[in-house]
């Protein structure tokens, strides 16, 4: 018996049609009766229809079609789709000397390392394998990894790292990788789509696909201060409501064209968890540092020699409406030479207002070494324009003096100690020191030194003069001047 194929509910079954052929040597005929019973036999043989499955006999159907109505497709999608791919796991690993058991010590045993392993978030920014994340998401790590998208690793090298922006450059060794295209910070609109992607909790949610979340650009030009000496402070960052959670540090926030608009990096929170309030660093500042980064292999701070007036009062009203009043001139500074005065009033620089410390301290991050800063200022009852150049911080372009073999120090002069508010105008500052050095000795990159053992030190010549006399071994204790307070360090140099 042959039967049709079963149809969609609501549809019948046709009737099956018999043709019978008539052979040379035809056998008797049949009755009208019996023909009429087998006709009703096979149409009942071919309408009977398929059994039920479980689910449709509940009523509960699941659609199986793979096709994605256009309705369902709008910017946010589309920009996801675009953006998705260059969004990587950065995965970091850091050895430290764990402390030491005093029975360790007791006995002679010497500390053991232990290592710790952190994740958050990067992005391609060139399709030869560089990648953008933040520099609090690499600082200390001894070990970089990155995981893409498909799960792919590759170990990755940090090309450089500027904490004051949280911003670190890492390369893999990779060609033909899917890049972002970036954005214009500078012309958001409050109010508008902002997407922010990265992979909250890393691998604790079983893959390495990216994860969306989606909010608007709350605001633009926040200033994040801590209240705590020594905390990290961001400025001029672009606030959103998109969920940020730990991981996403470093990931991209996009806005509806699938541009990259900011980087991830702080959320405001007395839980530690999302509310509403995060915080991405913008992309035009971003840019600039990934240059600087790729080009010189570190940072060219900005510097003019001017310091502000502080205010008084810890009302956080005082200190928005207080202005930026210069309060002193480094001498032989840029400013110096461009007739700044104590008492100036900075209204704008470019086309940024500048109404408090906080605005100058955002101006002065998207200042470039080598090109000038234009300058609207108010002096008495005149306001006029000046040109100022803009040059490295005083430090770096120094002589440097190399002890320790990883020790660099540099003669504090007036233009130093006024840019950095030393106590003294003399002595030797640490330019530059290894970590291993770092841990060994108790000293830190911008301490200023003293004195060691007996001897004053008033340059970084004096510094190395006294090491270098005692042969490579000896027993020093040098005394340190640090954020304004004095110290003392005490180590073996063998």
């Given at each position: 018996?042959?039967?049709?194929?079963?149809?969609?509910?609501?549809?019948?079954?046709?009737?099956?049609?018999?043709?019978?052929?008539?052979?040379?040597?035809?056998?008797?005929?049949?009755?009208?009766?019996?023909?009429?019973?087998?006709?009703?036999?096979?149409?009942?043989?071919?309408?009977?229809?398929?059994?039920?499955?479980?689910?449709?006999?509940?009523?509960?159907?699941?659609?199986?079609?793979?096709?994605?109505?256009?309705?369902?497709?709008?910017?946010?999608?589309?920009?996801?789709?675009?953006?998705?791919?260059?969004?990587?796991?950065?995965?970091?690993?850091?050895?430290?000397?764990?402390?030491?058991?005093?029975?360790?010590?007791?006995?002679?045993?010497?500390?053991?390392?232990?290592?710790?392993?952190?994740?958050?978030?990067?992005?391609?920014?060139?399709?030869?394998?560089?990648?953008?994340?933040?520099?609090?998401?690499?600082?200390?790590?001894?070990?970089?990894?990155?995981?893409?998208?498909?799960?792919?690793?590759?170990?990755?090298?940090?090309?450089?790292?500027?904490?004051?922006?949280?911003?670190?450059?890492?390369?893999?060794?990779?060609?033909?990788?899917?890049?972002?295209?970036?954005?214009?910070?500078?012309?958001?609109?409050?109010?508008?789509?902002?997407?922010?992607?990265?992979?909250?909790?890393?691998?604790?949610?079983?893959?390495?696909?990216?994860?969306?979340?989606?909010?608007?650009?709350?605001?633009?030009?926040?200033?994040?201060?801590?209240?705590?000496?020594?905390?990290?402070?961001?400025?001029?960052?672009?606030?959103?409501?998109?969920?940020?959670?730990?991981?996403?540090?470093?990931?991209?926030?996009?806005?509806?064209?699938?541009?990259?608009?900011?980087?991830?990096?702080?959320?405001?929170?007395?839980?530690?968890?999302?509310?509403?309030?995060?915080?991405?660093?913008?992309?035009?500042?971003?840019?600039?540092?990934?240059?600087?980064?790729?080009?010189?292999?570190?940072?060219?701070?900005?510097?003019?020699?001017?310091?502000?007036?502080?205010?008084?009062?810890?009302?956080?009203?005082?200190?928005?409406?207080?202005?930026?009043?210069?309060?002193?001139?480094?001498?032989?500074?840029?400013?110096?030479?461009?007739?700044?005065?104590?008492?100036?009033?900075?209204?704008?620089?470019?086309?940024?207002?500048?109404?408090?410390?906080?605005?100058?301290?955002?101006?002065?991050?998207?200042?470039?070494?080598?090109?000038?800063?234009?300058?609207?200022?108010?002096?008495?009852?005149?306001?006029?324009?000046?040109?100022?150049?803009?040059?490295?911080?005083?430090?770096?372009?120094?002589?440097?003096?190399?002890?320790?073999?990883?020790?660099?120090?540099?003669?504090?002069?007036?233009?130093?100690?006024?840019?950095?508010?030393?106590?003294?105008?003399?002595?030797?500052?640490?330019?530059?020191?290894?970590?291993?050095?770092?841990?060994?000795?108790?000293?830190?990159?911008?301490?200023?030194?003293l004195q060691i053992n007996n001897s004053p030190i008033r340059s970084a010549q004096d510094a190395a003069r006294?090491?270098?006399?005692?042969?490579?071994?000896?027993?020093?204790?040098?005394?340190?001047?640090?954020?304004?307070?004095?110290?003392?360090?005490?180590?073996?140099?063998?």
């Open positions: 018996m042959f039967c049709h194929p079963a149809r969609s509910k609501g549809s019948w079954p046709r009737r099956a049609s018999v043709s019978v052929r008539r052979r040379r040597n035809p056998q008797p005929a049949t009755s009208n009766r019996q023909l009429r019973f087998v006709a009703i036999a096979l149409l009942i043989g071919c309408s009977k229809a398929p059994e039920k499955s479980a689910a449709q006999a509940s009523g509960v159907v699941v659609s199986t079609s793979d096709q994605v109505s256009q309705s369902r497709k709008n910017a946010i999608t589309t920009a996801v789709a675009k953006v998705s791919p260059s969004v990587v796991t950065v995965q970091t690993e850091a050895v430290n000397q764990a402390p030491q058991d005093p029975f360790d010590i007791f006995f002679g045993g010497r500390p053991q390392p232990r290592t710790s392993s952190g994740l958050g978030t990067g992005f391609v920014v060139r399709s030869d394998g560089v990648i953008v994340t933040n520099a609090h998401v690499v600082a200390g790590a001894t070990k970089v990894s990155i995981m893409m998208r498909d799960g792919t690793v590759y170990p990755a090298t940090v090309l450089g790292l500027d904490e004051t922006n949280d911003i670190a450059v890492v390369r893999i060794s990779a060609k033909g990788l899917p890049d972002l295209k970036l954005g214009n910070s500078n012309n958001l609109v409050i109010g508008e789509w902002a997407i922010a992607i990265g992979n909250p909790f890393g691998f604790y949610l079983g893959n390495s696909e990216p994860s969306v979340s989606v909010g608007v650009v709350s605001a633009t030009q926040r200033n994040l201060v801590s209240p705590s000496e020594g905390q990290a402070s961001y400025f001029d960052m672009i606030q959103t409501d998109a969920a940020i959670n730990p991981g996403n540090s470093g990931g991209p926030l996009v806005n509806a064209d699938g541009e990259v608009i900011g980087v991830n990096s702080s959320i405001f929170s007395p839980s530690g968890g999302s509310v509403g309030l995060g915080f991405a660093i913008p992309i035009n500042r971003v840019a600039r540092v990934v240059d600087d980064l790729i080009t010189h292999g570190k940072i060219r701070s900005p510097w003019i020699g001017v310091r502000l007036k502080q205010a008084a009062s810890s009302n956080p009203r005082d200190l928005i409406a207080q202005g930026a009043v210069v309060a002193t001139v480094t001498p032989g500074s840029p400013a110096a030479a461009a007739g700044i005065q104590p008492g100036d009033v900075i209204l704008r620089e470019g086309n940024r207002a500048v109404r408090n410390t906080f605005d100058w301290s955002a101006a002065l991050l998207d200042l470039r070494v080598g090109s000038p800063a234009r300058l609207h200022v108010k002096r008495g009852s005149r306001e006029f324009d000046v040109e100022v150049s803009v040059s490295d911080l005083p430090e770096v372009n120094a002589p440097k003096v190399q002890v320790l073999r990883e020790l660099e120090l540099v003669t504090v002069t007036p233009a130093i100690a006024a840019e950095r508010r030393t106590r003294y105008q003399y002595g030797a500052l640490i330019y530059n020191i290894s970590q291993f050095v770092a841990d060994q000795t108790g000293l830190q990159k911008g301490d200023v030194i006294v090491i270098d006399a005692t042969g490579g071994r000896a027993y020093l204790r040098v005394a340190v001047e640090r954020q304004g307070q004095l110290y003392v360090t005490e180590f073996a140099v063998r």
